[in-house]
């Protein structure tokens, strides 16, 4: 099956520091990815979507600004948490979505997260 | 209310029972419907999908029911290994995957 890998997979940084998040698919095109965050004993919230060569759209609540989405080619999409502070403390998984039949049934598919801490 | 509601958990069951959950959406024109799999720090992965007429893969049957707009996952013979948090998710018409808080089922020895 398809795979998604994410980079890091744990990160640790300061306060006021910027952390990148890096989301491949491995062996197929996704023309759409996305991003969610997951604190600890809640469901995943999506974050943002994104499609390959245009600008994500952003769910409500979540600030364009600090949370930057780079969906350059159609295998990579990269997130950057800017300035980050203790409350961005989260595990953020990415999706890919590759369009499954002719029906235009979708599969999506999730990297394996990335636990980030800020101190 | 929320977009997607799930049963709350947790489920504490014996090996070999029956168990089911419910899911509930409150978007009429949703399209798509799914049950995912969580272990504890990892990501979701598909269970399997839910189709109109029902479908089973299985110990696992998934239903729908789009006049009451509820969704249900049954696990039969329930195993070990089927500790996890199940998550009911939505396709919406924009393409919008919208998670449920999830299930916690705890299946004991």
């Known amino acids: 099956g398809a795979v998604v890998s994410q980079h890091p997979s744990r990160v640790i940084c300061k306060s006021g520091t910027s952390v990148k998040i890096e989301c491949r698919s491995l062996?197929?095109?996704?023309?759409?990815m996305f991003w969610y965050r997951q604190f600890p004993k809640q469901s995943l919230m999506l974050m943002a979507t994104?499609?390959?060569?245009?600008?994500?759209?952003?769910e409500q609540g979540v600030e364009k600004d600090k949370f930057l989405i780079n969906h350059a080619s159609l295998t990579l999409s990269t997130l950057t948490v800017t300035s980050a502070h203790p409350e961005d403390s989260s595990f953020y998984i990415c999706?890919?979505?590759?369009?499954?039949?002719?029906?235009?049934?979708?599969?999506?598919?999730f990297g394996p997260g990335t636990r980030l801490t800020v101190t | 209310r929320k977009e997607v509601e799930q049963d709350p958990g947790p489920f504490n069951v014996p090996e070999g029972a029956t168990v089911a959950f419910n899911c509930t959406y409150s978007?009429?024109?949703?399209?798509?419907f799914f049950w995912y799999r969580q272990d504890c720090r990892k990501e979701p992965k598909l269970l399997m999908s839910?189709?109109?007429s029902g479908n089973e893969d299985g110990r696992f049957t998934a239903q729908l029911n789009r006049a009451s707009q509820y969704i249900s996952l049954l696990i039969r013979d329930s195993k070990l290994s089927d500790s996890a948090t199940y998550l009911c998710?939505?396709?919406?018409?924009?393409?919008?995957?919208?998670f449920g808080a999830g299930t916690r089922l705890f299946v004991k020895a």
């Open positions: 839910v189709y109109s």
């Open positions: 998710v939505v396709l919406t018409g924009g393409f919008k995957t919208i």
């Open positions: 978007n009429s024109a949703s399209q798509s």
């Open positions: 062996d197929f095109q996704a023309t759409t």
């Open positions: 994104s499609n390959e060569g245009s600008k994500a759209t952003y």
């Open positions: 999706s890919a979505r590759e369009k499954w039949d002719t029906s235009g049934t979708y599969e999506q598919y």
